[in-house]
Each structure stands twice: as C-alpha cells, then as structure tokens.
C-alpha cells in the first residue's frame, strides 16, 4: 500500500517550454502533497505544499508564478515549470501524506528529472 | 529554522560490518523522523518512521533511535551487505505533522563485498 507515482520519469525540453509533472497516490486519498527539488549531490529541498482545493504554499525563494502547482483532486497534484530556463534542469519529487494511520508519513514518487536545453 | 546535519558526508566499510550513522538536528520541537533510503538517480525508500514521542523502531536489520533533548539520531546498521550500499537521508517533520520535511545531505554509504 501507500504507492505514489509519478510521470514522466524524465523530461528534456528546450529553454522557453513548459512542462508538466504529475504526482498521484494510487491507493490513499492525500488532502496534501508536497512537491521537492534535489540537485546533484544536494539534498532535497522542500519547494510548496500542495492542498487539495486550495492554493499551494510556496517556501521562501521558490516563485509562485514560474512553479504553478494545482491539486484538484485527492489523488493528483501538477507542477508546472513555466517558461524553463537550464538552471530549473534538477530532480522533482512529490510526496503525499498518509493522514489515515495518524502518523504523517510522507509517501514519495520516483521522482522526474527535468533537463532544459 | 530547522538545520538538519548528518555525519559522516561518506562512508565506507567491508561487508559484514555493523555501523552506526548520525543525524543531529537544531529544534527539538518535532513531530516525527524519518530516516530514507536513496539509490543514484532513484527516488526515496523509506526505512524507519520514529515518533516524537517514541525512542526508537526496529526494521529488520535497522535500528533507528531518537533522543529529541539532545537533538540527535542514530540509524543503525547490523551485519552490512554490498546491497546496502547508498545513501542514507535523515528528515524531520514539525509543524504538528502539517509540514513538508526537512532534510539532511546524507551519507553516502559503501560496502565493500
């Protein structure tokens, strides 16, 4: 149980496109997401916490406008990395809580990695 | 702010080994730990959930403590195999639970067959 999937696994796009990134938790409902980035040999760093029918909270640094995030249902929350420039090349990786069990686990996707020629 | 540390940045053993890894963080005001698992361009395994109000929890060959008055855990690794070889990621959870966490760098963990 406590599956969560993400696509594309990988994604090269030129400089100017967007691109979009699914998160889905495939066997629980996640009234939140968190969507993270890593970048080589770095840790992960939380970008915004997605909720479900409301609008994302961004962390400090991390532009509302050029990362839009959308979660209209219990089960999928979308980044959108507008108009991509090299230095958004990185890891994405999304994780939903588990708020059935009581205990907040985080549950993660693979993860995609975003290249930007 | 949260800092998270994690010692040693690297590490590496012979097979059979039983070694201990570090995570210290800054405020002890958590909810819970969570100690990962990550492989080279792979995304996260979770090993061990620890909460505020627990010490610590066993996983097979894993033991991973929590003393929050001094801001540390432990993961501990018994009779190391070549297939543990990774890196090994401490994050903490505060907030209530309500948060996104927050990471060490890890420790990247070789072992040797």
């Known amino acids: 149980g406590a599956v969560v999937s993400q696509h594309p696994s990988w994604v090269i796009c030129k400089s100017g496109t967007s691109v979009k990134i699914e998160c889905r938790s495939l066997d629980f409902q996640a009234t939140t997401m968190f969507w993270y980035r890593q970048f080589p040999k770095q840790s992960l760093m939380l970008m915004a916490t997605?909720?479900?029918?409301?609008?994302?909270?961004?962390e400090q640094g991390v532009e509302k406008d050029k990362f839009l995030i959308n979660h209209a249902s219990l089960t999928l929350s979308t980044l959108t990395v507008t108009s991509a420039h090299p230095e958004d090349s990185s890891f994405y990786i999304c994780s939903a809580r588990d708020e059935i069990t009581g205990r907040s686990e985080q549950y993660f996707g693979p993860g995609t990695r975003l290249t930007v020629t | 702010k949260q800092e998270v540390t994690q010692i040693p940045a690297a590490l590496s053993v012979p097979e059979g080994e039983n070694l201990v890894l570090n995570c210290s963080f800054t405020?002890?005001?958590?909810?819970?730990l969570q100690w990962f698992r990550q492989d080279p361009g792979k995304g996260l395994t979770s090993l061990l959930l620890i909460q505020s109000s627990q010490r610590e929890q066993t996983s097979g060959r894993l033991n991973a403590s929590l003393d929050k008055s001094s801001g540390r855990s432990t993961l501990y690794i018994a009779a190391s195999q070549p297939g543990d070889s990774a890196t090994y990621l401490c994050a903490l959870c505060s907030g209530g639970g309500a948060d996104g966490l927050t990471f060490g760098k890890g420790t990247h963990l070789i072992i040797q067959p």
């Open positions: 405020d002890s005001a958590i909810y819970n």
């Open positions: 997605s909720n479900e029918g409301s609008k994302a909270t961004y």
